[in-house]
């Protein structure tokens, strides 16, 4: 018992406000001197939409400027989100080679379009990546505002796309959702039609406005999507979208869907250096670390670290 009694200290002792380990599940590198990412390279109006003046993060982003933003928060591993690069390959083998060298990412989630014709010749030259876990392809979309939509069409609407999806599975790939908040049950209808593949939604179902209204909906979103055991979600990108954030305001979104999902299927994330024009990176986690202070050791450990390693399989 003297052993059990040891064991549940150093649970506790890794849980400590201070030293609980992190797995960020969400972040991002960039090199514009070796790839073409269109969003950062000129104008994009979804993006000044969300965080205003891109400017500041329009250069290179490599693992030593992440690791330095990150330092003072015992990352112990991270999950890489494609950026939307170009070369979708290209930055896929990038990523595995930074991981060679230095460890980090641990995981890379890379991007393709479901619909392409060659989307099978991708997915093979990407599976010769040992970190590969999954794919993110954007899928925002609004009818009524063409401002708000990040891809040429409404995937979601798309069979062919969905057939793309089951290829997917068949890789074992996980698929990372980007959806606003308002396609959250069409999503989760999607979700539905296949049992087997795990989904994972980015930045907190996107709740983009902070009004009464949106707050609702995006609920009514969450709990909808939150019905399919196959779906977990990412906790970030909530200030990138609230310039005038404080850890109050972060409240009703971090813990609403922590009790909409449960703490099993919810991970903290990062989306730096993205929401870098909006916070610096201990603060967002310093707001996390803050707003579950009371969960219990175990439950904190699952929130910042052992739920990320489950879903990115790291």
């Known amino acids: 018992s003297s052993q059990k009694n ?5 649970r506790e002792r890794m ?5 609980i380990p992190v797995v960020d599940a969400h972040q991002h590198l960039w090199d514009l001197d070796k790839f073409v990412y269109g969003w950062l390279n000129g104008p994009d109006k979804l993006d000044r939409l969300l965080a205003g003046d891109l400017d500041p993060i329009r250069h290179n982003y490599l693992l030593d400027d992440y690791l330095a933003d990150c330092k003072n928060q015992n990352v112990v591993k991270s999950v890489h989100l494609q950026s ?3 070369d979708e390959v290209g930055e896929t083998k990038w990523l595995q080679q930074i991981a060679d060298k230095h460890g980090f990412p641990h995981a890379i989630v890379a991007r393709v379009n479901l619909t392409a014709p060659n989307l099978r010749e991708s997915l093979d030259e990407m599976r010769t990546c040992p970190n590969m876990r999954g794919i993110r392809q954007q899928l925002n979309w609004n009818d009524e505002d063409a401002s708000m939509r990040a891809c040429k069409e409404d995937y979601l609407k798309n ?5 793309g999806l089951e290829t997917l599975q068949e890789y074992g790939y996980s698929f990372d959702i980007h959806v606003w908040y308002h396609q959250l049950a069409e999503a989760a209808a999607i979700v539905a039609r296949l049992p087997k593949m795990q989904f994972i939604v980015n930045h907190t179902g996107f709740p983009v406005n902070r009004d009464e209204a949106t707050y609702q909906a ?5 709990q909808k999507m939150a019905t399919n055991p196959n779906a977990a979600v990412k906790i970030s990108g909530l200030v990138v979208t ?4 404080t850890v109050e305001s972060l409240r009703p979104y971090v813990l609403g869907t922590i009790e ?6 919810c991970m903290f994330a990062s989306n730096y250096p993205v929401d870098k ?7 967002i986690f310093n707001a996390y670390r803050e707003l579950v202070k009371d969960f219990s050791p175990a439950d904190q450990l699952k929130l910042f670290h052992d739920n990320a390693c489950k879903y990115y399989r790291i």
Do not use: N, P, T
């Not at 995006?218 to 969450?222: K, L, V």
């Open 6 to 10: 040891k064991r549940e200290k150093e």
């Open 15 to 19: 849980a400590s406000h201070s030293l």
């Open 84 to 86: 939307e690069c170009d």
């Open 159 to 163: 069979e062919a796309w969905f057939k």
């Open 218 to 222: 995006w609920r009514e979103g969450m």
């Open 242 to 245: 609230d310039h005038h954030w």
């Open 260 to 265: 909409i999902f449960g703490v099993d299927r």
């Open 277 to 283: 024009l909006v916070s610096d990176y201990d603060s």
